[in-house]
């Protein structure tokens, strides 16, 4: 959510750089302006007449007292009463409007990036070179299923397209993955979590996924008396609630968290023909990273996060490239993130493994996560978070960029102590 007083100090600017996500927010900005100024104006008159209602109030029992006639002081009472009701109802009224279009809003893109879509992304550096080949490659699909490391059949028999199944080899190949991920990241001074896979409303609210896009996640079924959860479309949406409605010191700081969890996904894409397998999909596993820091070191954990993510993918031998997002194809509550996209050789490009972004306050104000300062006074703190790793995109471009002549894989040598082998092959 975005600062109230941040808008009504700079209506201009707050256009202007939601523009740059494309959204044209000048009727809502106005909209809330003027809600905001009839709050303000309902909370005054509402605190005057209750004021005089107190102050009659006391006053009654000394009139009785002295024998005075209380009943036009009753009638007055009466119709003060049935006034500050009807106020409360319509200060009622446009808070819940106002909120709701505060929450609709995406959060300020930082103001260094591009305007427009992924049109305007910038690739910031690129890592290795592309792998050649002396022999013609197999795609990922026939490699999988060659070598028995993925059942599609029986995954779309289970549940339909955009479901696969690991097999063997390959669920250990998959298992070794989010191992080696996991140990990089404890060893880097990051807290393991084992979250819920199944949330709350307030969740999504918080990581600025709802109300907005609460269409987009799994909802489960549930008596009425039960409380209405989903399931969760990834770790993110868990850690950033960890420490919801809380005042954290300057000493807890930063609280740097990882979490596997499979996250799934009503959208799985388009099913081109270039984006068979696993490179789509409504369930998949990742590690997610999660900061909670002081808005002074903001820039300096995004930084980490990109660090983290880009170590690795280096670490599995991958060529890849970092790529800086145009504001409107950061998400909606990310005011600046940069992907980590590798070389899927079948797919003549990059795909992204890693979004790293920073939320900056926004997540913070919906969740009321808050830090003391040692002066006493608290603020908002940020939020950051960063795929560490997703493993459906690393696992395609695994097989097919060390796909051997004779159908084999080469294990990448980070990853031989988890699977215990050194080759893949049938």
């Not at 969760?232 to 609630?241: G, K, N, Y």
């Amino acid at each position: 959510m975005l600062d109230i007083r941040y808008i009504k100090e700079n209506p201009e600017e707050v256009v202007d750089r939601l523009a740059k996500k494309g959204k044209n927010a000048k009727d809502e900005i106005e909209t809330i302006l003027k809600l905001d100024s009839e709050r303000r104006t309902l909370i005054g008159e509402v605190e005057t007449l209750k004021a005089e209602q107190n102050k009659t109030n006391k006053l009654i029992p000394q009139y009785k007292k002295e024998g005075k006639d209380t009943a036009q002081i009753f009638a007055e009472m009466k119709e003060l009463g049935a006034k500050i009701k009807a106020d409360d109802e319509k200060l009622k009224e446009v808070e819940t409007q106002l909120t709701s279009l505060m929450l609709g809003l995406p959060n300020l893109p930082d103001t260094d990036l591009k305007a427009g879509g992924k049109e305007n992304n910038e690739p910031l550096r690129y890592y290795g070179e592309p792998r050649k080949f002396d022999f013609e490659p197999k795609n990922h699909v026939d490699l999988c299923t060659d070598l028995g490391l993925i059942d599609y059949k029986r995954g779309a028999k289970l549940s339909g397209n955009g479901f696969w199944i690991y097999s063997g080899i390959g669920a250990r190949l998959e298992w070794a993955l989010l191992n080696y991920f996991i140990d990089f990241h404890t060893q880097n001074g990051y807290q393991l979590m084992l979250v819920p896979h199944m949330l709350g409303y307030e969740c999504g609210l918080t990581a600025g996924q709802f109300p907005k896009f609460q269409d987009e996640v799994y909802w489960l079924e549930t008596a009425e008396d039960e409380r209405r959860r989903f399931m969760l479309p990834t770790a993110e949406t868990a850690l950033v609630s960890l420490h919801r409605d809380e005042i954290l010191t300057e000493a807890d700081l930063p609280k740097k968290y990882i979490s596997y969890t499979p996250c799934f996904r009503r959208e799985a894409g388009s099913y081109r023909a270039d984006e068979r397998g696993m490179v789509r999909g409504h369930q998949f596993n990742k590690v997610e990273m999660v900061q909670y820091t002081l808005p002074e070191k903001s820039d300096e954990a995004f930084e980490e996060l990109v660090t983290n993510a880009e170590n690795l993918v280096k670490g599995l031998g991958f060529h890849f490239r970092t790529v800086k997002l145009a504001a409107e194809d950061c998400s909606a509550s990310m005011a600046r993130t940069y992907d980590i996209e590798i070389n899927i050789p079948s797919m003549n490009g990059y795909k992204e493994v890693s979004s790293v972004s920073n939320a900056r306050d926004y997540q913070a104000r919906r969740g009321m996560m808050r830090v003391r300062r040692e002066n006493g006074k608290t603020e908002f703190v940020h939020t950051l978070n960063g795929s560490g790793l997703a493993t459906s995109r690393i696992f395609p471009a695994l097989v097919e960029q060390n796909q051997n002549a004779d159908g084999s894989v080469t294990v990448p040598e980070v990853l031989r102590k988890y699977i215990g082998m050194d080759i893949i092959q049938k």
